[in-house]
């Protein structure tokens, strides 16, 4: 038997205080100590043979210890269930007392819960939203972007090497005229103008002819690499072997054909549909982020430091994968665990803040997912994806990612609920300079 009384120490935190009974303690405390006969080895008895008296001489510390966790485990997660006490984070046992025999055992254990919250000033918000006009000067730009795709490197006749060349070198590099380790490299493509190499270098090597050997003088940044050359002074001596110019494809049909196009208008056409569709979808993404500030600055709520850790991990899960697609890692970035936690904490926080108001919404308006609109989604996945809606339907059969599905779609049709009542206004787009100093405000 047990005793347990629940105090609310905030909106997203409880304390469950335990008292269990002597018997109860007395049967972990048996448990405990016939685990312990079975190894214990004490001279002058057998193993599995020592008497109890013995034991609890030498053993009661360890066996009071060992059913301490049982009297936990077996109490803890049961009072959650029978107070309907869900959880956002692991419980914490705050205050332990000492497990004796003939006794009862008490502990405190504190647990962080999901808020419950009333939202309010969420119908006819007053919101701002981007005018859209479609820019012609963005097709020709991405024409040009693709283009230099498709750039080629050929062997120029010209003798002197200019900016935006690659040239093919070979080099050796001198420190107080000895040559240092890895300073020195033969046939090696650099692309003048890239600033890929040590600054000042690439510069000395415009102009240069082609078999010609000349001595470059650079001096390593301080903060370089390699702690041995940082700060110094260098000479390389560089021979320019050849000279490539690029060869840009000039913007026609065959271009168009490259990218699968039957024509350059046809590209156009394309590239304008994609553009529109990208530039409408960014700019209702804008205006449900004005939204969800809105809605968050109209109802100020603590959340548990749970649900915020678990956001952060499922952020950073989904960025290191689309790192890992480009052949990247959060230490190429120049980030850890810890610094990701610092950068994307609040960004975490927001989101956490977001769900929570708006399924507390869909409560207060008794929006639900109906069985056709998660027929239609899962109809939509198959026709998108090409993939029989069979099979859509046996991937979510799966309760996890049932709940995700039946998520969105109650996001979405919250979302789209506000915004029908909202108050819109269309607002000329920021320029740069504007949308820089938004967000210096923002961040102070």
């Known amino acids: 038997m047990m005793n347990v009384t629940v105090d609310v120490l905030s909106p997203i935190k409880k304390k469950l205080n335990f008292e269990i009974d002597a018997d109860t303690v007395a049967v972990e405390l048996e448990n405990a100590y016939k685990k312990i006969a079975k190894t214990a080895d004490i001279k002058g008895f057998r193993k599995g043979k020592v008497p109890r008296k013995i034991l609890e001489q030498h053993y009661g510390p360890r066996a009071q210890y060992d059913a301490t966790g049982p009297l936990i485990n077996n109490s803890l997660y049961k009072a959650l269930l029978d107070n309907k006490i869900e959880a956002v984070s692991q419980p914490e046992v705050v205050n332990s007392g000492v497990v004796e025999a003939g006794k009862s055992f008490k502990y405190e254990a504190e647990v962080e819960i999901r808020p419950e919250i009333v939202v309010k000033d969420y119908t006819k918000l007053s919101l701002e939203k981007e005018t859209f006009s479609f820019d012609d000067q963005v097709v020709e730009q991405q024409l040009e ?117 039957d024509s350059l208008d046809e590209l156009k056409e394309r590239i304008k549909e994609d553009s529109i569709t990208q530039e409408n979808q960014r700019i209702d993404a804008q205006l449900q982020e004005t939204l969800m500030n809105a809605l968050i600055t109209n109802n100020p709520f603590d ?121 819109i206004t269309e607002v000329e787009p920021k320029q740069p300079e504007q949308a820089a100093d938004s967000s210096e405000k923002k961040e102070s």
Request: charged share 30%; aromatic share 8%; net charge negative.
């Open 145 to 261: 972007q693709m283009a230099n795709s498709k750039v080629q490197l050929d062997v120029t006749s010209r003798k002197k090497a200019r900016d935006g060349d690659t040239v093919i070198i070979d080099f050796e590099g001198f420190i107080d005229d000895t040559p240092f380790e890895n300073g020195a490299a033969k046939d090696f493509e650099l692309s003048l103008g890239s600033n890929s190499f040590i600054p000042g270098f690439e510069t000395q090597v415009v102009g240069m002819k082609r078999e010609q050997e000349k001595e470059i003088e650079v001096t390593f940044p301080d903060g370089y690499g390699s702690k041995d050359l940082a700060g110094k002074p260098a000479i390389f001596k560089v021979l320019l072997k050849e000279i490539k110019e690029k060869n840009i494809p000039q913007i026609d049909d065959a271009l168009a054909k490259e990218f699968e196009a």
């Open 303 to 423: 959340v548990p430091e749970g649900m915020i850790e678990n956001q952060l991990h499922h952020l950073k899960d989904n960025f290191t994968q689309k790192l890992k697609a480009q052949g990247m890692t959060l230490e190429m970035l120049g980030m850890n665990d810890e610094t990701f936690a610092t950068t994307y904490r609040d960004m975490a926080m927001q989101q956490v803040k977001g769900e929570i108001i708006l399924d507390t919404i869909a409560d207060q308006e008794k929006i639900i997912v109906e069985e056709d609109v998660l027929e239609a989604k899962m109809q939509s996945f198959a026709d998108e994806s090409d993939i029989p809606l069979d099979q859509v339907k046996k991937y979510f059969e799966n309760e996890q990612t049932m709940a995700g599905l039946k998520g969105q779609i109650l996001q979405e049709k919250i979302t789209k609920y506000l915004l029908d009542q909202a108050v």
